[in-house]
């Protein structure tokens, strides 16, 4: 029975699953947190990774292993392989302005055509604008460039800082997949290839990034273990899901986000949508929202409720919350791109104003958002026939009894389950029997 290890580093902790090869059943599993914030010392994800990887019974019994994690966040090395500073995650909204001047300087259209992307502050190469602009000094000490989940690959294969890494610096051992290249802005998705022009205008200079390989390409660890390529999340989720095409993949975590699998490239001049690779050689276009459980969250603590009693309050109101509609922009918006947008409550009447209404009109008016990422998706010709609801949120019953009528789809929802780990776990699996055949 050989087992294999697959990791999800998110932004709020690191996740570990053991799955046996054959079946893809879990035989054990860790877990450790990440610290809050929207810039982070990369050490702290190393650190939770190998206590995860402890907890779930360690690495000499595996055979095979990779990571998913976070997409965009920037981790700059220098040339002895130190982090520069401390990682840009994505929700890290500092770049906004630095996107704003690579559309000025590109244009939305061309930009999209090159990346698959129009620059928000999430991606990866609005963050090396923004170092170039705001922190020259540290720019000019980078000398590579990676994302979460390629740094702690290369990480737990042995390289990392030469003062403390047994197989030293080695930037050009650094490997990442398709997915995770697809949303740093410098990378084609049409060509496989970086786009080193966009990268230099970025950053101010070109730098080592990670060698792409290929959907269930591998490579091995320190000690002789195959590697899998690793994943950004969201591929990693759609991989441990077994999503395809026609498949729309709407997760409800602390953001929103909708994809589905296209066989073909995606380009949207209007950056709603994000024209991402998957894990397997197709394509995730995925539209994200910045507005999603925590709604659900804010409204049922000002109801005084429990989840459990704010979804029997949803469920007591008629469709359309009797003319209550929230706008649910608390923190701003992603899709639409509106980082300053506040959230509102409108047809307040005395027979509209109830608890349930209220209740209701948070799970309406956050299913909207995602809602209009699908029909972003139908208008670029993407076929869509069912939905699997993921994410803390699809756990609530009034979620899951609204959302078909409100995203237009038939709705399914998995057995709650830590889909990134298990995608990337999977991974691993394949990577395992394509070096066998080889």
């Given at each position: 029975?050989?087992?294999?290890?697959?990791?999800?580093?998110?932004?709020?902790?690191?996740?570990?699953?053991?799955?046996?090869?054959?079946?893809?059943s879990v035989v054990?599993?860790?877990?450790?947190?990440?610290?809050?914030?929207?810039?982070?010392?990369?050490?702290?994800?190393?650190?939770?990774?190998?206590?995860?990887?402890?907890?779930?019974?360690?690495?000499?019994?595996?055979?095979?292993?990779?990571?998913?994690g976070q997409q965009h966040g920037l981790v700059a090395l220098d040339a002895s392989g130190e982090v520069v500073r401390d990682?840009?995650?994505?929700?890290?909204?500092?770049?906004?302005?630095?996107?704003?001047?690579?559309?000025?300087?590109?244009g939305a259209a061309r930009l999209a055509t090159r990346s698959g992307l129009v620059p928000v502050a999430s991606f990866t190469i609005t963050k090396l604008r923004w170092l170039r602009d705001h922190e020259p000094a540290n720019a000019s000490r980078v000398a590579a460039v990676a994302l979460p989940h390629d740094w702690l690959t290369w990480r737990l294969r042995g390289f990392g800082p030469a003062r403390t890494s047994p197989r030293g610096p080695v930037l050009d051992e650094l490997v990442t997949d398709r997915s995770d290249a697809s949303g740093t802005g410098y990378w084609n998705p049409a060509t496989g290839e970086y786009d080193r022009e966009l990268l230099i205008a970025a950053l101010g200079h070109d730098v080592v990034l990670p060698r792409v390989l290929a959907p269930f390409g591998s490579t091995t660890d320190a000690s002789g273990r195959r590697v899998g390529a690793g994943a950004g999340d969201n591929a990693g989720a759609a991989l441990g899901l077994g999503?395809?095409?026609?498949?729309?993949?709407?997760?409800?975590?602390?953001?929103?986000?909708?994809?589905?699998?296209?066989?073909?490239?995606?380009?949207?001049?209007?950056?709603?949508?994000?024209?991402?690779?998957?894990?397997?050689?197709?394509?995730l276009p995925l539209v994200a929202t910045l507005n999603a459980a925590r709604v659900l969250d804010v409204t049922a603590s000002l109801l005084g409720v429990s989840h459990?009693?704010?979804g029997v309050l949803a469920l007591e109101a008629t469709p359309g919350s009797g003319g209550l509609t929230m706008l649910p922009y608390f923190e701003g918006e992603r899709t639409p791109n509106?980082?300053?947008?506040?959230?509102?409550?409108?047809?307040?009447?005395?027979?509209?104003?109830?608890?349930?209404?209220l209740a209701r009109a948070a799970v309406?008016?956050?299913?909207?958002?995602?809602?209009?990422?699908?029909?972003?998706?139908?208008?670029?010709?993407?076929?869509?026939?069912?939905a699997l609801l993921i994410g803390g949120g699809a756990q609530s019953e009034a979620v899951r009894r609204i959302a078909p009528a409100v995203l237009g789809l038939p709705v399914e929802v998995p057995a709650p389950g830590e889909y990134v780990a298990?995608?990337?776990?999977?991974?691993a699996v394949l990577a395992l029997e394509a070096a066998a055949v080889a």
């Open positions: 029975m050989p087992l294999a290890l697959g990791v999800d580093s998110s932004t709020q902790s690191c996740k570990v699953v053991v799955v046996d090869a054959d079946t893809g054990r599993s860790g877990r450790a947190a990440h610290p809050d914030g929207t810039s982070v010392d990369p050490e702290a994800w190393w650190l939770a990774m190998q206590a995860a990887i402890v907890e779930a019974g360690g690495l000499d019994d595996v055979a095979a292993w990779s990571i998913g990682a840009l995650l994505w929700n890290d909204v500092r770049s906004a302005g630095a996107a704003e001047d690579l559309i000025a300087e590109f999503a395809e095409p026609g498949d729309a993949i709407v997760s409800i975590g602390t953001s929103g986000t909708v994809s589905a699998i296209s066989r073909e490239p995606i380009f949207d001049a209007s950056g709603t949508v994000a024209g991402f690779a998957d894990a397997t050689g197709n394509f459990e009693e704010f509106l980082p300053d947008a506040t959230a509102s409550l409108t047809g307040m009447t005395l027979a509209s104003t109830t608890r349930p209404n309406e008016g956050m299913l909207g958002g995602l809602g209009a990422g699908l029909d972003a998706l139908r208008a670029l010709g993407i076929p869509l026939e069912r298990l995608g990337a776990a999977r991974q």
